[in-house]
């Protein structure tokens, strides 16, 4: 069972978001020995499931790397977080935001555009990726890019635009993201983490079937339970064959995370002095 940091223990965190990226925030700042609470959608758009803490909206619970995230409520959170792990609460307005108080807010959402958040929102807010400048929206943006600023803190300023390019996986960028063919549910025909072979079904939508491109590993796919639009990203195919990849946070998703830890402890002192 995880043990709060005793300087940590009441500075709780609040993400928003509990996807791919924002999960390896949530994990380095509870490593770190933060209380973190995650605010979800009710069916959240999450297609690494299997790293992503806020598939416990799903499942009721979701364990990445040893660390477990559980849905909970309001009333249940703090209860969640005495036994050592991390409380979900499904709650896409925010409207507990208040009631928590938190210390730290992390905009993890990666909605590439500022729904709301504001500086006055915690002592100290930090925002992932482009849509909000550092100084006027929060008081930092950690770059989400791949590239020679991926994880960097920005104190003043914003994260590069969004590309509208997928990172490059052993040559395949566009390719390797799969897409709904047209409007439904998705009826997955595999599991996360199988390997597959160049034109097996990975999945139909109304009926319509989504094939692999190429031979990989499936590193994601979305739950069921979301609603898919013609063209959406629905799942993710991982050319390097690697299975337990499929089941760790990612090395982009990790060196975000360390933006994060590096920009809450930095401006927490610079709060408390």
Do not use: W
Not at 99 to 123: C, F, S, Y
Not at 223 to 247: N, S, T, W
């Amino acid at each position: 069972m995880a043990q709060y940091s005793e300087m940590f223990a009441n500075i709780p965190v609040v993400v928003r978001g509990g996807g791919d990226l924002a999960s390896g925030a949530i994990f380095r700042l509870h490593i770190a020995g933060f209380p973190v609470i995650v605010l979800e959608l009710e069916t959240p758009l999450l297609v690494r499931r299997a790293v992503c803490y806020g598939d416990a909206v799903f499942s009721g619970s979701r364990t990445v790397q040893g660390v477990m995230a559980r849905l909970a409520t309001f009333e249940t959170k703090d209860s969640v977080l005495k036994n050592g792990e991390i409380p979900v609460l499904v709650d896409a307005l925010g409207d507990s935001l208040r009631a928590i108080q938190p210390a730290i807010l992390v905009d993890a959402r990666m909605e590439k555009r500022n729904l709301g958040t504001t500086r006055q929102d915690a002592p100290v807010v930090i925002a992932l990726g482009p849509g909000f400048e550092a100084g006027i929206d929060c008081h930092a943006v950690i770059e989400t890019n791949r590239g020679h600023d991926l994880g960097r803190a920005i104190y003043s300023g914003c994260a590069e635009a969004d590309t509208g390019e997928p990172g490059s996986i052993g040559s395949h960028t566009h390719s390797r993201v799969l897409r709904a063919p047209v409007d439904g549910h998705v009826t997955a025909q595999v599991d996360i983490g199988d390997l597959l072979q160049t034109g097996d079904v990975i999945a139909t939508v109304d009926n319509q079937s989504v094939i692999a491109p190429f031979s990989g590993a499936l590193r994601g796919l979305i739950h069921e339970q979301v609603y898919a639009k013609a063209g959406m990203k629905i799942g993710d195919l991982d050319p390097r064959v690697r299975r337990e990849h499929c089941f760790t946070i990612s090395d982009k998703s990790l060196a975000v995370g360390g933006g994060v830890l590096e920009a809450a402890l930095s401006l927490l002192r610079d709060v408390r002095s």
